[in-house]
């Protein structure tokens, strides 16, 4: 047989533009970050790569804020760790009760049929968040398994009040389910404070981590719900009672976890550590303040009520009569600044802005209203 030489094009060393990522995620990986991307291997079961395991286990708990043991970063994005919460924790019949009021919120939904969930919704308008007397009266109505609520909901930048929910959840015998990824290493979060049973989150936003990795943690009241369960994990790659041991005491092997991800991630870990949390969500909440004064002096109203405002991720309103493809194309063009579009019921409505991680500084959020500024001059 004779090899064919269709598809075997010449392609240019690989360069990259100098993006300065203001949108909802990935954000700029953080310079140590990358270098540590881009140490040499060492096997998944070599003692040196168990170390780093302990050591970024440790380090996410402390993120986090919580003793939970299967506490572990899984192999793949944010969404992968999603549907593990997921995958692990409902079985088919189970009722899931989610709260619907932004894009992520379909998506748990989507997820959860899937593992022949019977899904009951429970929605408010994008924007707005679920007080604990409408998640009570659900809670008693619909008598579910698992209640889902994204805390930092990245398609509209608004961040859902979790004090006391565990404590309804209880009530009903309901494990409660959490989407962090928006929130964890940027806005307040405490796991066992509040009485989280479920969580998930992503590397690529307040982590300043590359995404392909994603932290996973769950509590007692959810390894017993995964230990009785009377049916296999669907999800084999994501089946937590063989994951679990890999990163456990037994370390026995499921499949080669990604290493230099896993060398990443353990760097932007130990970034939040050194900053320590409580400087870090202060970091954020300024650049953010500092981004919202901007905004109103330019004429650009948010759509989230600042008691409920993510300082990780904001919906500015476009103003009537301003092309906001436009500006945002004009952005990426002439200052290399990357914002972008609102999802959904918020299409054409809102950009979309991020100051994450890294990428909170206020350097940042005064290029940003400049180009901004720059941006509404020429194309209103």
Request: hydrophobic letters at 40%; proline letters at 5%; a negative charge.
């Amino acid at each position: 047989m004779t090899v064919s030489n269709s598809h075997r094009i010449t392609t240019d060393q690989l360069e990259v533009p100098p993006r300065i990522l203001l949108g909802p995620g990935p954000s700029n990986a953080h310079p140590r970050v990358l270098q540590a991307l881009g140490m040499r291997q060492v096997g998944h079961l070599d003692p040196q790569f168990i170390g780093l395991m302990n050591e970024t286990q440790e380090l996410l708990r402390y993120v986090w804020q919580t003793d939970n043991r299967l506490t572990i970063p899984v192999s793949g994005t944010g969404s992968a760790a999603m549907e593990a919460s997921l995958a692990n924790t409902v079985e088919p019949g189970d009722v899931v009760l989610i709260g619907v009021n932004g894009y992520f919120g379909e998506r748990l939904c989507d997820m959860a049929g899937r593992y022949g969930a019977d899904v009951r919704r429970i929605e408010k308008p994008w924007g707005q968040v679920f007080s604990l007397d409408e998640l009570r009266a659900a809670l008693h109505e619909h008598r579910p398994a698992v209640l889902g609520l994204v805390h930092a909901e990245t398609s509209t930048g608004a961040r859902q009040p979790l004090e006391g929910v565990a404590e309804l959840c209880r009530e009903t015998n309901t494990l409660l389910l959490v989407d962090t990824v928006t929130s964890i290493g940027g806005v307040p979060l405490f796991i066992d404070e509040w009485g989280v049973d479920v969580a998930y989150a992503g590397s690529q936003k307040c982590l300043s981590c590359p995404p392909g990795i994603a932290p996973l943690t769950l509590g007692e009241r959810a390894v017993e719900k995964l230990n009785r369960r009377q049916t296999k994990v669907a999800n084999w790659y994501l089946d937590m009672t063989m994951v679990g041991k890999y990163w456990g005491s037994e370390r026995t092997y499921h499949h080669t976890a990604p290493i230099n991800m896993n060398y990443a991630f353990r760097e932007a870990l130990r970034l939040v550590a050194e900053e320590g949390l409580e400087a870090r969500w202060e970091r954020h909440r300024q650049n953010a303040e500092l981004l919202w004064d901007g905004l109103a002096e330019l004429g650009i109203a948010c759509h989230v009520p600042v008691e409920y405002r993510l300082p990780s991720l904001t919906t500015a309103v476009i103003p009537d009569g301003v092309d906001g493809k436009a500006v945002a194309r004009y952005l990426l063009q002439n200052y290399n600044i990357e914002i972008a579009a609102g999802l959904g019921q918020l299409g054409g409505k809102v950009w979309r802005i991020g100051l994450m991680g890294f990428n909170s500084r206020r350097e940042n959020v005064l290029l940003l209203l400049s180009a901004l500024k720059d941006a509404l001059k020429r194309i209103s």
